[in-house]
């Protein structure tokens, strides 16, 4: 196995880790976990959960520091439309109603700081 390969297993294995921490937050604000990691072509969403009637994508992102702007400045503009694409590719594949309401949230740990922000973006 060469260098690459274990690193590129590392960030995944840390990655998972704090998508596990995120699921924990969710879950003990009342929120239900129904998919992580929900891959198809053209991207991937962390964590799709539940809460009452409405359906929430969720974005995981971990910055161990600030210096660079946080974990927030890691989800970009761009970022957030093809969270978009694939939630609607989601919603298309597990036959759920368009009228559906959705919300898009993130899950923002800096450091050992843990925030949930609703309605992060539309």
Known sequence: MERTDIIKINKRNLGSSYESLACERLEAEGMRILRRNYRVRIGEIDIIAAEDNVLVFV???YR?????GGAWYAIPYSKQQKIRRVAQWYMNENHINMNTICRFDAVLIDGTEVEHIRNAWM
Do not use: C, D, Q
């Not at 161990?64 to 660079?68: F, T």
């Open 64 to 68: 161990n520091s600030i210096k660079y």
């Open 59 to 61: 974005e995981v992102k």
